[in-house]
């Protein structure tokens, strides 16, 4: 996929969905942080249903921090790896209450140094709810950008380093979301919805299975 290609894949993106957005509920960055953590290995849906119980009881570091290993446990054991989700959350409120006066910090190195927050995690919140222009690379995105040949790579880091560059300027702010929702619903893994998506003449492996059937 060449710059020009790349330009009308995200034009036709932005026209199907104009305003995209992590499908996981929060109302303030603290909430989507905790949301983000607990979505490791799990669904955004499973995550909401937890989250939805969660929050009207305790959304702050200092309320979730008071609830304890065990208590915690109690709102999010429906979610993979709930034990240690738990105990990474607790400590990740006694680090912002401690270190970040209980607010969620916008720094990479600040957000990658709380427990469960890994990259992917901290570049989620870095764009949701700071606008920073970055991508986090999930096995959605990862799976859609080496398929599409938007921007291919072995690694999560280097399909995120090669994104970086490639993605058009207008276009970053709101990559992530759209890549990871394309990802998701319609270039899925074992089948993609290719009857379904709007990017299909700039994907690389559209072509080449169109190839195949001319040769048959």
Not at 29 to 51: H, R
Not at 53 to 81: C, F, H, M, R, S
Not at 117 to 129: Q, S, W, Y
């Amino acid at each position: 996929m060449n710059q020009t290609q790349r330009h009308h894949f995200f034009a036709a993106l932005q026209a199907q969905n104009p305003h995209p957005t992590t499908e996981l509920n929060f109302s303030t960055p603290f909430e989507l942080l905790i949301a983000v953590i607990l979505s490791a290995q799990a669904t955004d849906v499973g995550v909401n249903k937890a989250t939805d119980k969660l929050y009207p009881v305790a959304n702050t570091p200092e309320a979730i921090y008071a609830l304890g290993v065990d208590g915690l446990k109690q709102y999010i054991k429906t979610i993979g790896l709930f034990n240690s989700k738990a105990e990474n959350v607790i400590k990740t409120c006694k680090i912002l209450i401690d270190k970040h006066h209980s607010s969620v910090p916008e720094d990479r190195e600040a957000l990658e140094a709380l427990p469960g927050v890994g990259r992917k995690t901290a570049n989620v919140v870095l764009n949701t709810v700071f606008h920073h222009p970055v991508i986090a690379v999930d096995t959605h995105l990862f799976r859609l950008s080496n398929r599409t040949g938007l921007a291919k790579g072995k690694t999560v880091r280097a399909v995120e380093d090669k994104l970086m560059k490639v993605v058009p300027k207008e276009y970053m702010q709101d990559a992530h979301h759209w890549l990871i929702l394309h990802g998701r619903y319609v270039c899925v893994a074992r089948k993609p919805l290719c009857d379904q998506c709007v990017v299909t003449e700039y994907c690389d492996e559209f072509r080449r299975q169109q190839k195949k059937v001319q040769k048959t």
